[in-house]
T-cell receptor
Framework: QQQVKQSPQSLIVQKGGISIINCAYENTAFDYFPWYQQFPGKGPALLIAIRPDVSEKKEGRFTISFNKSAKQFSLHIMDSQPGDSATYFCAASSNRNSGYALNFGKGTSLLVTP | EAQVTQNPRYLITVTGKKLTVTCSQNMNHEYMSWYRQDPGLGLRQIYYSMNVEVTDKGDVPEGYKVSRKEKRNFPLILESPSPNQTSLYFC???WGSGPSYEQYFGPGTRLTVT
């Protein structure tokens, strides 16, 4: 059972545009929400993460927006660049999870065209 | 350089032939885990270990074994591989068991079972 639902599955954005990837969860015990970026042939790498006590976190061109009441969070990539083309995974976890596992979404393949 | 290494990177084998995928980290991390990545399914945790000699099942443990005899190594064992274990496998490690510690992924092992 997928605990984190991610959409869209794929996304094409023009250079300079805004890329938006959305995730939703049901488990109210989740208290840590990271986003991972994966380039072809590489393992995922942590991009940015947020805790539910804040509604937004920004790091450079990457912003997480968090809506606790709706149980949704999203990644916004401003001024998208061809180098941002990768697969993005949202995830959620809780200190009350057995093994503190990260529950990943299914991923979004982002292509930024020149 | 801080890293998680996996070997082999690519492996083609036949049904029933036992194999081991090695994983090693040089960051003195307590927590290590194995994931498999399948198209459309994202990353799913197979097994995890919170410290030496402490291992437990993740979401998809069937057909896999692990051991943690040393802090740095966490091999994944397939005693009798089957075609449905054809997948991309990632080892990961982090400093502590809490999920908010950054998780570092290895480069992946692509396994094909014929």
């Amino acid at each position: 059972q997928q605990q984190v639902k991610q959409s869209p599955q794929s996304l094409i954005v023009q250079k300079g545009g805004i890329s938006i990837i959305n995730c939703a969860y049901e488990n109210t015990a989740f208290d840590y929400f990271p986003w991972y970026q994966q380039f072809p042939g590489k393992g995922p790498a942590l991009l940015i993460a947020i805790r539910p006590d804040v509604s937004e976190k920004k790091e450079g061109r990457f912003t997480i927006s968090f809506n606790k009441s709706a149980k949704q969070f999203s990644l916004h990539i401003m001024d998208s660049q061809p180098g941002d083309s990768a697969t993005y995974f949202c995830a959620a976890s809780s200190n009350r999870n057995s093994g503190y596992a990260l529950n990943f979404g299914k991923g979004t393949s982002l292509l930024v065209t020149p | 350089e801080a890293q998680v290494t996996q070997n082999p990177r690519y492996l083609i084998t036949v049904t029933g032939k036992k194999l081991t995928v090695t994983c090693s980290q040089n960051m003195n991390h307590e927590y290590m885990s194995w994931y498999r990545q399948d198209p459309g399914l994202g990353l799913r945790q197979i097994y995890y270990s919170m410290n030496v000699e402490v291992t437990d099942k993740g979401d998809v443990p069937e057909g896999y074994k692990v051991s943690r005899k040393e802090k740095r190594n966490f091999p994944l064992i397939l005693e009798s591989p089957s075609p449905n274990q054809t997948s991309l496998y990632f080892c990961a490690s982090r400093w502590g068991s809490g999920p908010s510690y950054e998780q570092y992924f290895g480069p992946g092992t692509r396994l094909t079972v014929t």
